[in-house]
């Protein structure tokens, strides 16, 4: 990168700027999945909007290939690229809470802990998440499952607005009213469309919740998963539970006797009136008596970060995903076969429900077309030794491939890799027409293709 074209940058910018040659290039340059090494131009760590906006413009003036980067969680590590300009939104992490609308605005910088945190003072939440060390923005774009997702829905059903720095380095606002096109897009359709600096998010009431994880032997999968869909679907909304496989980490407060053995287990969450939450959980424990038993009163915040310390930034990650409809005997059947497998003792696989108040919201009202899954799944094979890389993304492949025949055919893009445009296709099914239309009209030329890529040409050939 010539060192003209920096300094014409860096006289536009609050921010600050790291090059390769910088003492703290690699160090910022590093995103959560160790298995993602790559090597930009310049890291942007943006101050404001005018910087990100002076970023977008630069990068289009000098045909820059442009990567945006909120908390750096992204499976695929679609938040950085070989020589790109970085717009690093990490700087900008202004919360403002309005008690008297119940809502949050929420720079796009933020991580879900840091909002969590916010939110919990006045006893709220945004329903966004299963880990604190996610950002608030690639979450959101993406749809945003978690724990209060059969509640109160996905985190874009709680979107009112976002603020967004267009190709042209416009920035406008995206609402009911304002550009509701590119309203409609933002909520599901990644980092397609701009940069979004800032979400407002109507705040819903959640203090203390009754959760936790629930643990059973292994080879009790195949029992415990028919019985925890069917209860599961036909529970009331404030009744959630993820399913697992996984293997007992070999740390405190776990018990010595469950160190390092494969479990299958529920991490639940139930937001309904705490009187009543024994009462409920004592039909559950009633199934089966858990080997671990952790479930009980605790704040948001505490549930939302549980796992944070297992899951540090920069293991090695390979991720695989689909959305599932229904659950019959022949697809519990590849769980129990790979849960028995697991490859690496932090590898795992998640059913996340995505049902409930999110299914009550229409195909076509947001880009989330599979308002009529059941489940998000995850399998994820994760290792902190990059030896191991080809082992985790062997076991994670071969389970997805055996799997997927069960499937509803797309996944959470937020869950996926770069697996292609099919893949892409195929998790917007009918929305991915509006999408491309959409793209077509608000970034033409493709400037944001760093990420699962809608790609503006399409909407001419599906005319």
């Known amino acids: 990168m010539p060192k003209e074209l920096t300094d014409t940058l860096r006289n536009s910018f609050h921010g600050k700027l790291i090059l ?25 760590q943006c101050a404001d909007v005018q910087d990100v906006a002076a970023c977008v413009n630069f990068a289009r003036e000098n045909n820059m290939l442009l990567a945006i980067r909120g908390g750096g969680h992204n499976a695929g590590g679609l938040g950085i690229a070989e020589n790109a300009l970085v717009i690093d939104l990490s700087p900008m992490k202004e919360i403002k809470i309005d008690v008297a609308s119940k ?35 690639g979450l959101t774009l993406g749809g945003g499952l978690g724990y209060m997702t059969r509640q109160y829905g996905l985190t874009i059903d709680n979107l009112l607005e976002a603020e967004v720095v267009l190709a042209n380095g416009g920035v406008v606002k995206a609402s009911a009213k304002e550009n509701p096109d590119l309203y409609w897009a933002l909520r599901g359709g990644g980092g397609n469309f701009g940069v979004v600096v800032s979400f407002v998010f109507k705040l819903s009431p959640a203090h203390t919740i009754y959760g936790g994880p629930m643990l059973w032997d292994i080879n009790d999968t195949k029992e415990m998963l028919a019985w925890y869909h069917k209860f599961l679907c036909s529970m009331p909304d404030n009744v ?3 399913f697992a496989t996984l293997t007992v980490p070999p740390v405190a407060p776990f018990p010595e006797h469950l160190h390092l053995k494969k479990m299958c287990g529920v991490v639940w969450c139930y937001t309904g009136e705490m009187d009543k939450a024994e009462e409920v959980f004592k039909t559950i424990r009633a199934v089966k008596t858990p080997q671990l038993d952790f479930v009980g009163p605790m704040p948001v ?10 899951y540090p930034p920069g293991l090695f990650w390979y991720w695989k995903a689909d959305f599932v409809k229904d659950m019959p005997e022949a697809a519990i059947d590849v769980h129990v076969k ?16 995505v049902n ?16 009529d899954a059941n489940y998000a799944i995850v399998i994820v094979g994760v290792d902190a030794d990059p030896v191991n890389k080809d082992k985790i993304a062997t076991w994670a492949r071969d389970y997805w491939n055996d799997h997927h025949p069960y499937s509803a055919g797309g996944a959470y893009i937020n869950f996926m890799m770069e697996e292609g445009d099919d893949r892409i296709k195929a998790t917007y099914r009918d929305n991915y027409k509006k999408l491309a239309e959409i793209k077509a009209k608000y970034d033409p030329d493709n400037l944001f293709r760093v990420n699962q890529n809608i790609k503006p040409q399409m909407a001419a050939a599906m005319a």
């Open 103 to 137: 809502t949050v605005k929420v720079q796009g910088g933020c991580l879900l802990k840091e909002m969590d945190a916010a939110t919990h003072e006045v006893g709220m939440t945004v329903p966004a998440g299963i880990f604190g060390t996610t950002g608030v923005a």
């Open 20 to 44: 390769p040659a910088d003492a703290d290039y690699n160090s910022v340059r590093k995103v959560y999945n160790g298995m993602i090494d790559k090597r930009p131009a310049i890291l942007a």
């Open 301 to 310: 915040p505490v549930l939302q970060t549980l796992f944070d310390g297992l």
């Open 240 to 242: 959630y539970g993820f």
């Open 356 to 371: 409930g108040f999110a299914s009550r919201i229409g195909k076509d009202d947001t880009a989330w077309s599979y308002r």
């Open 338 to 353: 790979y849960g028995l497998k697991l490859p690496t003792p932090q590898s795992t696989m998640h059913i996340y429900p």
